[in-house]
């Protein structure tokens, strides 16, 4: 099915959001790897997007939200993390299918829809994979969460947040009991070797650093 430009725009400015919050300077090439597509797509793109007000561009500072853009960013960014909690928590869908669920949902929401959803909810912050909710006001809330690869041993936390769209990891994840809410002890560390021993709901597991960098928790959490 085609995109409507509407849906491709708010890839963008969503896409450009996740960037800049990560690097800082957003390149076209970076775009172009994140969407999927050729630089060329992207720069005509970018053109577009500044004419509308929503992005500025220059060689040195690369491609940056305005004011405006910011704004729709963090509002489709809330469509999609309250869809995804709608559909984990109303229809029980399981946590790997729920990005690709909500990539296509987030573009078609109306605000009245959008009202219920969040009341329903309780006013959530968090969607399932921790990813914190923008409010209609665009706020955050702050997290404290640490890779669990940085715990020291006999550290206990809470698992805060997951990766939302590798969908193979958030299976295995789920397998380890490792996923947003759960409880988790660093049991041994083997810096040398790589990897770590991790107690939760009972169980140990052994698991690579690379893995658990992937995972934030909150140490100080109950
Ligand atoms: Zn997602």
Request: hydrophobic share 40%; charged share 25%.
């Amino acid at each position: 099915m085609e995109k409507s430009l509407s849906a491709v725009i708010e890839d963008y400015l969503k896409a450009i959001y996740k960037l800049q919050a990560g690097t800082g300077k957003v390149s076209t090439s970076a775009l172009a790897e994140r969407l999927g597509v050729t630089a060329p797509s992207v720069t005509s793109m970018i053109s577009r997007l500044a004419e509308l007000g929503l992005v500025r561009h220059d060689r040195y500072r690369g491609v940056r939200l305005t004011e405006a853009g910011t704004r729709a960013a963090l509002e489709v960014i809330r469509h999609h993390r309250l869809w995804e909690l709608f559909l984990a928590t109303t229809l029980d869908i399981p946590i790997d299918r729920l990005h690709a669920e909500a990539e296509r949902l987030e573009h078609t929401l109306s605000d009245e829809l959008e009202e219920r959803i969040d009341a329903v909810l309780g006013h959530p912050r968090r969607d399932p994979h921790g990813d914190p909710i923008p409010t209609r006001e665009g706020t955050l809330i702050e997290d404290n969460a640490r890779p669990l690869s940085t715990l020291d041993p006999g550290t206990e936390g809470t698992v805060s947040r997951v990766p939302d769209s590798d969908a193979a990891f958030l299976r295995y994840l789920t397998e380890l009991g490792l996923v947003p809410g759960r409880r988790v002890r660093v049991a041994e560390t083997a810096p040398i070797a790589g990897t770590l021993v991790v107690e939760t709901g009972g169980e140990r597991h052994a698991v690579s650093s690379t893995l658990a960098s992937r995972i934030l928790v909150d140490p100080a959490a109950e």
